[in-house]
């Protein structure tokens, strides 16, 4: 019996999430996987995601700053 793979959802022409954009550019998506594979399919179609992905990376550079540095106040 053959399974087939449903590709993410973006791939039907949905936008991409802030939450997958955050997990691509922490490295938490798999480079060579199926959803980053969409994903960045999805990017060079797209200019509406490109602009959010973006500020997404831009985002996620801060808060990586931030820790580095230890620059932040929990309280």
Not at 15 to 22: P, Q
Not at 25 to 39: D, I, N, Q, R, T
Not at 48 to 67: I, M
Request: proline share 4%; net charge negative.
């Amino acid at each position: 019996m053959r399974t087939s793979h449903r590709p993410p959802h973006y791939l039907a022409m949905e936008h991409i999430s802030d939450h997958d954009l955050e997990c691509y550019y922490l490295g938490l998506l798999s480079a060579e996987g199926p959803k980053a594979e969409a994903l960045e399919e999805h990017l060079l179609r797209c200019r509406e995601c490109v602009e959010h992905a973006e500020e997404s990376d831009r985002y996620v550079d801060a808060v990586r700053g931030l820790l580095i540095r230890g620059n932040f106040d929990l309280g």
